[in-house]
T-cell receptor
Framework: AQTVTQSQPEMSVQEAETVTLSCTYD???????LFWYKQPPSRQMILVIR??????QNATENRFSVNFQKAAKSFSLKISDSQLGDAAMYFC???????????FGTGTRLTIIP | DTGVSQNPRHKITKRGQNVTFRCDPI?????LYWYRQTLGQGPEFLTY????????KSRLLSDRFSAERPKGSFSTLEIQRTEQGDSAMYLC????????????FGPGTRLTVL
């Protein structure tokens, strides 16, 4: 069974600074996807960034980037130039074809300090 | 079509009552998922449909839970004889069966069982 671990229940960062959220996972699969989802308070979950395991290049979406270390089974999210609107719960999630569903971590609550 | 919608957004019921939730996916999506999220946890998979066929049910889905997706469009999730432990956020997501397995989430239905 696949497991996803987020070891930081809460993180805080000063506005305009950079923060990194950690995620590790366990799987015996070789072809899979990893996702970071953002869930603002009382709002729906939205996709921040995704990474396909076969792609060696780390994914980047504007201020959001990942550090994907396949051998270490690590998938961290870096948020640059943090903004007040980045405050949310962030969930790391794993998917592989054959299992067909997302397995989520327990989340990291990110607070932005003005 | 602006995304996945769920109704109602909030439901308060007394223990022992039956409740039904509805999810309307993005119209082109042929996969529809139900997840349950309790406070401080990541979403947990309950079940999913491909078109009208229910392809997998989690062991979390007891006999009191039933889901349908008639004609492969909207889906309903019914909980019979609700228990206090059913209190949670019920999330619906939809996706394409092929390509990048990105799931788009609805706003959720928050169930409170008194």
């Amino acid at each position: 069974a696949q497991t996803v671990t987020q070891s930081q229940p809460e993180m805080s960062v000063q506005e305009a600074e950079t923060v990194t959220l950690s995620c590790t996972y366990d799987t015996s699969e070789s072809d899979y996807y990893l996702f970071w989802y953002k869930q603002p308070p009382s709002r729906q979950m939205i996709l921040v960034i995704r990474q396909e395991a076969y792609k060696q290049q780390n994914a980047t979406e504007n201020r959001f980037s990942v550090n994907f270390q396949k051998a270490a089974k690590s998938f961290s999210l870096k948020i640059s130039d943090s903004q007040l609107g980045d405050a949310a719960m962030y969930f790391c999630a794993f998917f592989y074809f054959g299992n067909e569903k997302l397995t989520f971590g327990t989340g990291t609550r990110l607070t932005i300090i003005p | 079509d602006t995304g996945v919608s769920q109704n109602p957004r909030h439901k308060i019921t007394k223990r022992g009552q039956n409740v039904t939730f509805r999810c309307d996916p993005i119209s082109e999506h042929n996969r529809l998922y139900w997840y349950r999220q309790t406070l401080g946890q990541g979403p947990e998979f309950l079940t999913y449909f491909q078109n009208e066929a229910q392809l997998e049910k989690s062991r979390l889905l007891s006999d009191r839970f039933s889901a349908e997706r008639p004609k492969g469009s909207f889906s309903t999730l019914e909980i019979q004889r609700t228990e206090q432990g059913d209190s949670a956020m019920y999330l619906c997501a939809s996706s394409f069966v092929a390509g990048v397995p990105e799931q788009f989430f609805g706003p959720g239905t928050r169930l409170t069982v008194l």
